[in-house]
């Protein structure tokens, strides 16, 4: 089960590079998405990888500011926020399936998606705070 890492309290206009890991495994076929939810709210996509050819994908709102990434060992995939702001502050959440490609949707609005029905597995989310 995949665990998020990384998260904590920062300042807005600080960065955090969030970490995705299957403990003692290897994310090599997988594609990852990373996920996040805030209280009340429904788990909002964010970013995913590409298993086969390591394409990357962004909700509209993420794009400039957040940035998904393999490790060159396929053991972790990062997300690296920049420019945090408050509304940000969320719990951020990866997940994998061995689907070559993301299962990204094209909204009505034209912003891509993937909804959070397409991933069977959540393990532990990783608490990003941005408050000054």
């Known amino acids: 089960q995949l665990q998020a890492y990384g998260g904590g309290l920062v300042q807005p206009g600080g960065s955090l590079r969030l970490s995705c890991a299957a403990p003692?495994?290897?994310?090599?076929?997988?594609?990852i998405a990373w996920y996040r939810q805030v209280p009340g709210k429904e788990r909002e996509w964010v970013s995913c990888?590409?298993?086969?050819?390591?394409?990357?994908y962004y909700r509209e709102s993420a794009k400039g500011r957040f940035s998904i990434s393999r490790d060159s060992a396929k053991k972790a995939v990062y997300l690296q926020i920049t420019d945090l702001k408050p509304e940000d502050t969320a719990v951020y959440y990866c997940?994998?399936?061995?689907?070559?490609?993301?299962?990204?949707?094209?909204?009505?609005?034209?912003?891509?998606?993937?909804?959070?029905?397409?991933?069977?597995?959540w393990g532990r989310g990783t608490l990003v705070t941005v408050s000054s």
């Open positions: 997940t994998a399936d061995k689907r070559e490609l993301c299962a990204v949707v094209i909204t009505p609005d034209l912003d891509f998606d993937i909804p959070a029905g397409e991933y069977d597995s």
């Open positions: 003692g495994g290897t994310l090599e076929y997988y594609n």
């Open positions: 990888i590409n298993r086969s050819d390591g394409r990357t």
